[in-house]
């Protein structure tokens, strides 16, 4: 259903609106329309629900609109028993990642107040469970500006070969070289392309504005080999629901995380950062202090001004957690 049409359960959906504090007060017009009014009060239970704010009453805000207050107090309480996993107090400055809200948020300090937090969009991992971006605490020590991209051997064997195969100029269309152990570049000759296959050879691609990690790659050394970095693909940050990648966290402003990281260091200005991300040779900057990154998975946060934000369940976890703690 559309702004402005005709629909008979109008005056209930004002009551539920209001009940939960979408709407701040019943429309004087009662009426059985989606009147301006409404679809105001729609649109802030949208942006609360992780769905598009476009006023429209679609399935998917149906689905949110009728799921049962009795599943977002579980909600809550499975997010409660997460953070209780974290440590009591936490180090200044650190980096929290949410991966149902698609969110990254940056602390400079103990205090948590929003005002002085930094804040962006992230794309996760996909919703397939060999994609699914995991649930870990890192340190982040470098950033390296212009990198290379050393492409898993999954997705060489699985994606890449199958093209570089079928296209003759493939590998340089998309800047990507073989290379041996030692870095050595290797020419594209049948045996080097089988050499990716048996895994004796590796695939990299060149730094540039096309590579897939963007102009910059924040490394935090963790078993699961998942960093945080710059992305070409930029449109997809303006989706709702961002779970695209192979695992790794793609992120919205990077140059504005490496200013973050990089604050205390007045040699490294945000259009000194810009130039050497646009320049010639790779750069690694190694940071004074590690940085703590949580890579958490809430599904319900509440916000300083008392809302509550609720999130899809992407990859099953509160499932899994529930029924775990109802079997204990």
Same mark, same amino acid.
């Given at each position: 259903l559309q702004p402005g049409d005709a629909y008979a359960g109008a005056p209930q959906l004002r009551r539920l609106l209001v009940a939960m504090g979408d709407l701040a007060s019943a429309s004087v017009d009662a009426g059985a329309t989606l009147d301006p009014a409404l679809c105001d009060g729609l649109r802030a239970f949208q942006l609360r629900h992780g769905l598009e704010p476009d006023?429209?009453?679609?399935?998917?805000?149906?689905?949110?609109? !009728?799921?049962? @207050?009795?599943?977002?107090?579980?909600?809550?309480?499975? !997010?409660?028993?997460?953070?209780?996993?974290?440590?009591?107090s936490l180090q200044a400055p650190s980096i929290f990642i949410n991966i149902p809200q698609f969110q990254l948020f940056a602390f400079p300090g103990v205090?948590?107040?929003?005002?002085?937090?930094?804040?962006?969009?992230?794309?996760?991992?996909?919703? /397939?469970?060999?994609?699914? !971006?995991?649930? @870990?605490?890192?340190?982040?020590?470098? =950033?390296?500006?212009?990198?290379?991209?050393?492409?898993?051997?999954?997705?060489?064997?699985?994606? &890449?070969?199958?093209? #570089? %195969?079928?296209? /003759?100029?493939?590998?340089?269309?998309?800047?990507?070289?073989?290379?041996?152990?030692?870095?050595?570049?290797?020419?594209? !000759?049948p045996a080097n392309i089988q050499g990716l296959a048996s895994g004796t050879l590796? =695939?990299?691609?060149?730094p540039g504005p096309d590579n897939a990690l963007g102009l910059v790659k924040f490394v935090l050394p963790n078993r699961f080999s998942i960093y945080l970095h710059d992305t070409p693909a930029r449109a997809l940050f303006a989706r709702r629901s961002r779970a695209f990648s192979h695992g790794c966290i793609r992120l919205a402003e990077p140059t504005t995380l490496a200013e973050f990281l990089l604050r205390d260091d007045a040699a490294?200005? %945000?259009?000194?950062?810009?130039?050497?991300?646009?320049?010639?040779?790779?750069?690694?900057?190694?940071?004074?202090?590690?940085? %703590?990154? @949580? #890579?958490?998975?809430?599904?319900? &946060?509440?916000?300083?001004?008392?809302d509550v934000l @609720?999130?899809?369940?992407?990859y099953g976890h509160d499932a899994r957690l529930a029924h775990l703690l109802g079997r204990r």
């Amino acid at each position: 259903l559309q702004p402005g049409d005709a629909y008979a359960g109008a005056p209930q959906l004002r009551r539920l609106l209001v009940a939960m504090g979408d709407l701040a007060s019943a429309s004087v017009d009662a009426g059985a329309t989606l009147d301006p009014a409404l679809c105001d009060g729609l649109r802030a239970f949208q942006l609360r629900h992780g769905l598009e704010p476009d006023g429209v009453l679609g399935p998917g805000t149906w689905r949110a609109l !009728t799921t049962p @207050f009795d599943f977002r107090v579980r909600q809550i309480e499975l !997010t409660l028993e997460r953070w209780r996993w974290l440590p009591p107090s936490l180090q200044a400055p650190s980096i929290f990642i949410n991966i149902p809200q698609f969110q990254l948020f940056a602390f400079p300090g103990v205090e948590d107040a929003a005002a002085g937090m930094v804040e962006m969009n992230v794309v996760v991992g996909a919703t /397939a469970p060999s994609r699914h !971006t995991p649930v @870990f605490v890192a340190d982040l020590t470098h =950033l390296i500006l212009r990198p290379y991209w050393d492409v898993p051997r999954n997705i060489t064997v699985r994606e &890449l070969l199958p093209q #570089i %195969r079928a296209h /003759a100029n493939y590998l340089d269309r998309n800047a990507l070289e073989i290379v041996d152990g030692s870095g050595r570049v290797a020419p594209a !000759t049948p045996a080097n392309i089988q050499g990716l296959a048996s895994g004796t050879l590796r =695939l990299r691609q060149r730094p540039g504005p096309d590579n897939a990690l963007g102009l910059v790659k924040f490394v935090l050394p963790n078993r699961f080999s998942i960093y945080l970095h710059d992305t070409p693909a930029r449109a997809l940050f303006a989706r709702r629901s961002r779970a695209f990648s192979h695992g790794c966290i793609r992120l919205a402003e990077p140059t504005t995380l490496a200013e973050f990281l990089l604050r205390d260091d007045a040699a490294w200005t %945000r259009e000194r950062l810009v130039q050497a991300m646009n320049g010639t040779v790779p750069t690694r900057i190694d940071l004074p202090q590690p940085v %703590r990154v @949580f #890579i958490v998975y809430g599904t319900a &946060l509440a916000r300083e001004r008392g809302d509550v934000l @609720f999130f899809d369940d992407l990859y099953g976890h509160d499932a899994r957690l529930a029924h775990l703690l109802g079997r204990r």
